[in-house]
């Protein structure tokens, strides 16, 4: 068999450390199961800049296309705030995940009994908390064009175009569809139709792709409606199906809902189930270099890559469970400690460490 083939893209701030700490747990699982497999390194973002001048430089694209995996760490920080746009690490994330076709993109939602307590809402609110967010990702207004700052009749005007063709929509929709047949059989999708064209096409295209799925139950919400019931009821949910910008949106919130932003992984999938692996959060560039970053979250997403893109359901589920373990032994980084007697606050490379002896 051909080996796997795996990228690793640390990225800026706390992605090498995360990195560092997820790579021997994918290591050790893929020997463990005998399955053979090749780990190659890019840049993207802040790094890409420094070293070649451009946030996702040829060298990287031609790795990045080459591999079915990428695991891929955190982008940006205050160095290269300052750049024009099409200089920005923020452009090197969009540019990968439109070269490689990601248009959808999977962000959980799950609670960990033992970190209800760091959740902003009330226990009981958010207990067993297991939402599914499918959000497009690489159409809608973050692409659509045509988009500039111009000058108009003596002052300057912004504008953006927010477009989405039908066969977009009917694509992450079969996905979110299929993810939701596979659960708990519930799709919200997610639309601004009230106001927006695009949005009403959003919502007739999924009404006229819900017929090949008569065992999921669909419904519709405005977007700020999800919003509130997000933060009102969020057990509502099961799989939410929503645009680009909506999604990055709502993403946010669900994800500060289980109270702990370092704990959960995303992955953003082409047509083949080839995918980009990712933590949700962010850079965190105030704590890089110190070893206090919580690595789970990326962890998680190369647990994520073994299920999606390797198929490899069994080895994904011990790096799931190896994690539990560590968080049910009291293991903490600062990010979701303080919530219980007994935790033991670790550092990165501690935690990392915590999870491998975990893993046997
Ligand atoms: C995300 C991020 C990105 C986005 C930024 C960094 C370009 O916020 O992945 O949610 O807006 O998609
Ligand atoms: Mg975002």
């Known amino acids: 068999m051909k080996p796997l083939n795996i990228l690793s893209i640390p990225g800026d701030g706390i992605g090498p450390e995360i990195m560092e700490a997820t790579l021997p747990v994918v290591e050790k699982v893929l020997t463990d199961a005998g399955v053979s497999y090749e780990i ?3 840049k993207l973002g802040g790094q890409a800049l420094d070293e070649y001048g451009f946030p996702y430089p040829d060298e990287t694209k031609a790795l990045a296309q080459a591999a079915d995996g990428i695991l ?3 982008i940006g920080g205050p160095k290269w705030d300052k750049m024009p746009r099409h200089l920005r690490p923020e452009t090197g994330l969009l540019a990968i995940r439109e070269d490689l076709g990601l248009f959808a993109n999977f962000r959980p939602a799950t609670i960990y009994p033992e970190l209800v307590s760091a959740s902003s809402l009330k226990p009981e609110l958010v207990s067993g908390l297991d939402i599914l967010i499918v959000r497009e990702l690489t159409g809608g207004i973050y692409f659509g064009k045509p988009r500039a700052i111009e000058e ?4 300057r005007v912004g504008f953006n175009t927010m477009i989405y063709s039908e066969s977009e929509i009917r694509r992450v929709a079969q996905v979110a569809f299929d993810a939701a047949s596979k659960r708990g059989g519930k799709l919200c999708s997610v639309d601004k139709a009230n106001v927006l064209e ?3 096409l959003w919502r007739d295209v999924v009404e006229e792709e819900a017929k090949n799925w008569p065992n999921v139950e669909l419904t519709h919400m405005y977007v700020d409606n999800a919003a509130m019931q997000l933060v009102r009821a969020p057990k509502q949910f099961d799989v939410v199906l929503t645009s680009n ?3 990055d949106i709502l993403s946010d919130a669900a994800a500060m809902l289980t109270g702990s932003i370092g704990m959960l992984p995303s992955a953003s999938l082409d047509v083949n189930n080839k995918g980009l692996y990712e933590p949700v959060h962010g850079s965190a560039p105030d704590i890089a270099g110190e070893d ?9 997403s190369a647990a994520m890559m073994l299920r999606y893109t390797f198929n490899l359901s069994e080895q994904a589920d011990k790096i799931e469970n190896a994690v539990s373990k560590v968080l049910a032994a009291g293991y903490r980084t600062g990010d979701i ?4 007697v007994g935790e033991k606050l670790v550092g990165t ?4 460490q915590q999870v491998l002896a975990a893993l046997s």
Do not use: D, M, T, Y
């Open 152 to 155: 108009r009749e003596g002052e």
């Open 337 to 340: 400690a303080g919530q219980e």
């Open 292 to 300: 206090k970053a919580n690595p789970l979250a990326c962890i998680l």
């Open 40 to 42: 190659a390194h890019a």
């Open 198 to 200: 695009v949005s009403q």
């Open 349 to 352: 490379r501690e935690i990392g």
């Open 72 to 74: 891929f760490g955190a």
């Open 245 to 247: 910008l909506f999604g």
